[in-house]
């Protein structure tokens, strides 16, 4: 009786992980044919408009960047010389020193000639107090700004103090250690300007800089991560920011935004409060009420993703840090699912109550739940001799050749149009780490989702975590 009930489980799991897996990949078919066509048409239009055009135009959008900054003294000149050194003509770089306990105050002080200024700040949204504001006397420096707050304990709160003491209409939201391209700013803040409906953000390509070239601060050479997490994970950016977002840009889906590079409509997201500072996703939490408030207030909006890499950032070297890292992104994703639950088939919210919340509900929060259970299912039929072996290496083949297929194409397109690598060896290495990717990085990514769903049902203290970070050192040529 018991085996005839297990052999009826195992069959009826069988059966839905063939019906959940061809659903997967249609809506993976799907999404490469939006992505293809969604590069072609961004590529296409970057001829029609000259940017040397809008650069020149009365109607330039200012943007403020915002930097907040913790304990990142070592690094903290160089970062800021680089975002000194964009080409736009209309910014300002406000860094947010959000009560660093080292020396990085001092150093932003002494640098760049700073003194403590009086400033009419006002609180928007509600932070930790802050202490005052510091601008150069230094004319070549008019351009920064200096915000000195009590720590808030998340990235969040940082960021909505600098969001309260900027000036312009835009604010490009990062992290002091990501090095930007020069023309960052402006391929960001073009679709604000572009279009008829209005942008509420736009985002753009993120790329790994351990290992990269950096000479004072400034990229100079792009090369493939050494250490191995880091080269899974220059995959897994590959795939996820060229190859996900463009397509879900081109049917106006994106509900994630990086919280390293992201540009924002200020007036929109002071008017839904802001970064969430309880939240441990809060870039995909913002997009999300972002959303949610144009609904409710039934105004057209957009947000455009830009298929070009703008940004690069330092990534975890260590297996404790990524697992840190992944668990809080899984924690962040099932924690903003929970708290917009009602948004779910409602339909005020349009396709975002019934596409795209859906889709990350089946595709991104179940696939690992659903993957335990396989494993479950597996030992369980081993056990009883219940296990259809020859069904099992299929459906495994057949899904593992799907993931390979896309992986490959990604990174074909992104060589492509980028040229992203220093040479053909490179590349090589990158198509060997998708052949294993599924067998050493994948279970990692597995673990550490189920980790943090564990701990948000379980309500267990949230937790940011720190990654010690190599930084820029003063040398000609920089390993991060």
Known sequence: MIN???????????????????????????????SYFAILKHLRYQKYISEDILIRSNHLLGVSIVAPAFNEGVSIVYNVKSLLSLTYPKYEIIIVNDGSTDDTL???????????????????????????????TNPIYSKLMVVDKENGKSKADGSNAGINSSQYPLFLCTDVDCILKRDTILKLAKPFMENETRVIATGAGIRI????????????????????????????????????????????????VSGGLGMFDKEIAI??????HKSLGEDMELITRMRKHMHENKQKFLIKYIPESLCWTEVPETRE??????????????????????MFLNPKYGKTAFLILPFFFVFEFLVPIVELLGIIALIIGFFNHSINI????????????????????????DDLLYKSYANYKELMVLILMAIIEPFVYHPLNVYASLKGYWFFFRQTEQKWGVMIRKGFATTEKVTL
């Open 4 to 34: 005839s009930l297990t052999y009826q489980l195992i069959h009826f799991y069988e059966i839905f992980v063939s019906l959940f897996s061809l659903t997967y990949i249609l809506f993976y078919v799907l999404l490469s044919i939006l």
């Open 106 to 136: 001092t150093k932003l002080i002494t640098e760049f000639e700073l003194v403590k200024i009086d400033f009419y700040y006002q609180e928007k949204i509600v932070t930790r107090p802050v202490r005052g504001h510091y601008k150069s």
């Open 209 to 256: 800089s351990n290992s990269c070239e950096v000479k004072d601060g400034f990229l100079h050479k792009v090369h493939f991560p050494k250490d191995w997490y880091p080269r899974f994970q220059e995959l897994e950016y590959v795939r996820s920011f060229l190859f996900g977002r463009m397509a879900w840009s081109q049917i106006n889906g994106l509900l994630l």
């Open 271 to 276: 008017k839904v409060g802001g970064y969430w």
């Open 321 to 342: 840090v990524l697992l840190r890292q992944r668990t809080r992104w899984a924690r962040g994703l099932v924690q903003t699912l929970f708290l917009h639950r009602k």
């Open 390 to 413: 020859e069904y099992l290496v299929t459906m495994g083949l057949f899904v593992y050749i799907f993931y390979l297929l896309i992986t490959l194409i990604s990174i074909l397109i």
